[in-house]
């Protein structure tokens, strides 16, 4: 468990972290992929750069 998500599968690692297939259990139960960035990778431009990521596949 990662907050409210259950980590089912690890699919894929990149430079910045790692990705999962994950179950989000609330506020409703569904499969979603996951990106877990790695210590020390916080930066204000790591940050940026995934969020301009996570911002396409809404």
């Given at each position: ?47 940026a ?10």
């Amino acid at each position: 468990m990662l907050g409210r998500y259950k980590l089912l599968e690890r699919v894929g690692e990149g430079g910045c972290g790692v990705v999962y297939v994950a179950e989000q259990t609330e506020p409703v139960r569904r499969r979603v992929a996951l990106k877990v960035i790695k210590l020390g990778m916080d930066t204000k431009q790591v940050v940026a750069r995934f969020e301009r990521s996570a911002r396409r596949w809404r």
